[in-house]
């Protein structure tokens, strides 16, 4: 076994997913120019305006082909993508928790052209009323950065995803 394969079974099964194709750097260039600006709006205006910020994200230049890949092609390459989605959180909002983490990978992964979707949801049930609200990344269904049962004990209140543009007004 290759010494790249020792670890890649901490971001997803390798037998299972076909391996996803390199970024491009241009790609990878703008989706990092446009989550740092994402970040700064939101540690700026707050939650409103950057949640409008992160419908409005457009794919960048090369996108099409990462857009275009099956599911479970699309979900390990997000995998990979959440390390650099964290060292630009790290980066720019160093004590962000959950909603800003969350923020800033839906939004890195939208500006790859994968359609990740953010959500925020409320406990069922907890002993401590400031950890009552939380929130996750998915893509098609699969939660990226957390455990993968958080679903069970939340009810969702928000989904929030770049819109397609298409369906822009």
Same mark, same amino acid.
């Given at each position: 076994? !290759?010494?790249?394969?020792? %670890?890649? *079974?901490?971001?997803?099964?390798?037998?299972? #997913?076909?391996?996803?194709?390199?970024?491009?750097?241009? /790609?990878?260039?703008?989706? @990092?120019?446009?989550?740092?600006?994402?970040?700064?709006?939101?540690?700026?205006? $707050? %939650?409103?305006?950057?949640?409008?910020?992160?419908?409005?994200?457009?794919?960048?230049? $090369?996108?099409?082909?990462?857009? #275009?890949? =099956?599911?479970?092609?699309? &979900?390990?390459?997000?995998?990979?993508?959440? *390390?650099?989605?964290?060292? &630009? /959180?790290?980066?720019?909002?160093?004590? $962000? /928790?959950? /909603? =800003?983490?969350?923020?800033?990978?839906?939004?890195?992964?939208?500006?790859?052209?994968?359609? #990740?979707?953010?959500? &925020?949801?409320?406990?069922?049930?907890?002993?401590?009323?400031?950890?009552?609200?939380? !929130? %996750?990344?998915?893509?098609?269904?699969?939660?990226?950065?957390?455990? =993968?049962?958080?679903? @069970?004990?939340?009810?969702?209140?928000?989904?929030?995803?770049?819109? =397609?543009?298409?369906?822009? @007004?």
């Amino acid at each position: 076994m !290759s010494r790249a394969l020792d %670890w890649e *079974f901490f971001l997803a099964d390798p037998a299972t #997913a076909p391996h996803p194709p390199r970024l491009p750097p241009r /790609l990878r260039a703008y989706a @990092v120019a446009r989550t740092a600006r994402a970040l700064l709006v939101y540690r700026r205006h $707050g %939650w409103t305006t950057a949640q409008r910020d992160l419908q409005q994200v457009r794919p960048g230049p $090369g996108a099409a082909a990462i857009g #275009a890949l =099956p599911a479970d092609a699309a &979900i390990r390459l997000a995998r990979r993508s959440v *390390f650099p989605a964290q060292l &630009i /959180l790290r980066v720019i909002h160093p004590d $962000g /928790l959950c /909603l =800003p983490r969350s923020f800033t990978l839906a939004t890195y992964l939208s500006a790859l052209g994968l359609p #990740a979707e953010m959500t &925020i949801a409320r406990a069922l049930s907890t002993a401590v009323p400031k950890n009552s609200f939380h !929130s %996750w990344t998915e893509l098609y269904g699969t939660v990226l950065n957390d455990n =993968p049962d958080v679903q @069970v004990g939340y009810r969702v209140l928000q989904r929030i995803s770049a819109q =397609p543009p298409a369906n822009r @007004v």
